[in-house]
């Protein structure tokens, strides 16, 4: 190894140099210093040589190291070669043991797992179906309780409601009444401040000769005072009329029917006094006809009240009749006339009923002579000069028929004096009285529904008395009477209805109690059954399955409600069974509630909680 490359200090040379320059700087120190340095120098020389053969000789040890490192691992190589084919043999046995034991082992892992897998599945699947049931009976629990949670409380809201329905309905009606009440002595007082008015207007009515009435004044002061509603019957003619104009001024040949029609006028009144209605019948006080126009009737109606007024107006061969109506609650007394045009011709009516006759007749004599062969005793019977004259008037029928085929009208012809009987007269005198008694019932059962104060209100009794009143009208004809009569009584309650809404139901069912007089039970039927659906309506009840509900009606039916419910027994007693449905399933319950006891008594009347 050489000290250093040609042209350079190398490390030691800068040593050197500064060794130099410290200590050999023109001094004795430095110049023995530099007499050492040079003889360090020159062993430093040998020092360097030695130094360099060693190195060389490492050099060599090194190469030789080398070689024989290289030609070692050449032999570990090949041991170790030799040994990893060995080893991978061994690995290589041992690898396929280990995956024979490791396929087995799989093998047996997956066995045990299939049969672990189908016990948990099957584990799982009792565990899934026990859940499932367990779920669903806990739903079911739920649903049953909810279900139950809910029936209860709709229950609740609907006895709530029903009961709320009722105590406003029961004081609706309560109200309702005040009011009428107020209004009826309202009118009875107003009556008493106008009675000293109306007596001197009576006297100044007499003074001018201007009053067609006998009564005094006693007499008009009682009925002035009086609730009672007068009617007042004015026969076609009076016997004694103050002015002359009599029974023998025209028509001198008008029927005397006047005795027959009081009588039976006076025998429909009585029913109505009989059934608790307060009317009198007023007859022979109309003192002349002169003063029975409609100034007259107004004079009458404006003092005396309440009053009915029939007038029978005979005109020639026409009459009509003349009615007014007042009381207390009207502005202005009602006056009208039947018909309301035209006047009827009594003359033919008579006729009528004399041809209804005479073909009655010629029946009975048609069938003698087919029975016998002959009329000869039939004839006897009757008498040859009646008979006479009843086939004379059986030609008048035929000639009468054949002017009605060409369109001409029969009255024209000449001579045409019909055999008149009693029989026919009396026919007659029973169509005008059912006229009188129609008018009558008409305006009485109107007084007793509007006119009077509440705690006296009736019924109408015109339809319970329809079947015997109608009893020799023909049955096509009597249908349209009474349902014209029907209608006008709906049309009363119609009336009340603007002002006592509340009522409605004991109002249809006051109407179908008079309906069930009548030989066709629907239309009592249809009114039932319209009153109890308006009854439940009121209280929140519009189903059958409610009606049927005994915790719900025990609170809609109060002990204010028996009074109802008794009046439909009554009515549904004496109507069939069927086409009721909500009628009977309401008294039905109704009968439930009473046997179970489940009926709500207080002692103190009415409250919205009571139980």
């Known amino acids: 190894m050489t000290k250093s490359l040609p042209g350079r200090k190398g490390l030691w040379g800068h040593i050197k140099d500064g060794l130099h320059d410290l200590f050999y700087t023109g001094s004795r120190g430095a110049r023995i210093t530099a007499g050492t340095q040079e003889r360090n120098n020159q062993n430093l020389i040998e020092y360097y040589d030695k130094r360099d053969n060693i190195q060389q000789q490492m050099e060599m040890a090194k190469m030789q190291l080398q070689v024989v490192t290289q030609q070692r691992s050449l032999e570990v190589q090949v041991e170790q070669g030799n040994l990893n084919r060995k080893v991978q043999m061994i690995e290589g046995q041992l690898n396929r043991q280990l995956q024979s034991d490791l396929a087995e082992l799989n093998r047996l892992f997956q066995a045990e797992l299939a049969v672990f897998n189908q016990n948990f599945q099957a584990r799982e699947g009792m565990l899934n179906r026990e859940l499932q049931a367990e779920l669903a009976r806990l739903n079911r629990e739920f649903q049953a309780q909810e279900a139950k949670l809910n029936r209860e409380n709709a229950l609740q809201l609907e006895i709530f409601r029903g009961k709320l329905q009722v105590f406003l309905q029961e004081q609706q009606k309560e109200f309702q009444l005040q009011l009428k009440e107020i209004d009826a002595t309202l009118a009875k007082e107003l009556k008493k401040l106008d009675l000293q008015n109306n007596l001197t207007v009576v006297r100044q009515q007499r003074r001018l000769n201007n009053w067609p009435l006998t009564l005094d004044d006693e007499q008009i002061k009682e009925m002035m ?42 025998a429909f009144i009585e029913k109505y006094q009989q059934k608790g209605r307060d009317v009198d019948y007023l007859t022979g006080v109309w003192k002349t006809k002169a003063l029975s126009a409609e100034g007259a009737m107004k004079t009458i109606l404006n003092t005396l009240k309440p009053m009915v007024i029939i007038n029978t107006i005979v005109e020639r061969s026409y009459y009509h009749l003349e009615y007014g109506y007042a009381t207390d609650l009207l502005d202005i007394p009602y006056i009208g006339s039947l018909p309301k045009e035209e006047s009827l011709s009594w003359i033919e009516l008579l006729y009528d009923a004399t041809k209804e006759r005479l073909l009655k007749w010629q029946e009975q004599r048609n069938l003698e002579a087919e029975e016998t062969g002959t009329t000869n005793d039939f004839d006897q019977d009757w008498g040859l000069e009646v008979v006479k004259k009843f086939l004379a008037d059986l030609e008048f029928i ?69 079947p015997d009143l109608l009893k020799d009208v023909p049955a096509e004809y009597q249908i349209e009477i009474v349902e014209a009569v029907i209608a006008f009584s709906k049309s009363l309650y119609q009336q009340l209805e603007k002002t006592e809404s509340a009522w409605i139901p004991e109002m249809l069912l006051s109407l179908a109690h008079s309906l069930t007089f009548l030989d066709n039970k629907s239309y009592a039927t249809e009114q039932v059954e319209e009153s109890v659906r308006c009854w439940l ?75």
């Open 398 to 466: 035929k000639r009468e028929q054949r002017l009605l085929e060409r369109g001409q009208n029969p009255a024209e012809l000449p001579n045409r004096n019909y055999t008149i009987l009693d029989s026919d007269k009396e026919k007659f005198c029973r169509f005008l009285s059912i006229q009188i008694c129609i008018l009558i019932g008409k305006f009485a059962d109107e007084y007793f529904i509007l006119d009077v104060a509440p705690k006296k209100r009736k019924p109408p009794l015109l339809p319970q008395l329809l």
């Open 537 to 611: 309506l009121m209280r929140g009840i519009d189903s059958l399955e409610q009606i049927t509900n005994l915790e719900i009606m025990k609170f809609v039916i109060t002990p204010e409600a028996n009074k109802y419910l008794e009046y439909l027994s009554q009515c549904l007693d004496l109507l069939p069974q069927e086409d009721l449905p909500y009628a009977q399933t309401l008294y039905q319950t109704w009968k439930r509630l009473k046997i179970r006891g489940l009926l709500p008594v207080d002692q103190e009347g009415y409250t919205l909680f009571n139980r």
């Open 225 to 266: 005072t009086s609730d009672k509603l007068m009617i007042l019957f004015v026969p076609p003619i009076l016997k004694f009329d103050s002015a002359g104009t009599g029974s023998n001024s025209t028509p001198n040949n008008f029927p005397e029917i006047e005795e027959g029609l009081k009588k039976q006028v006076r």
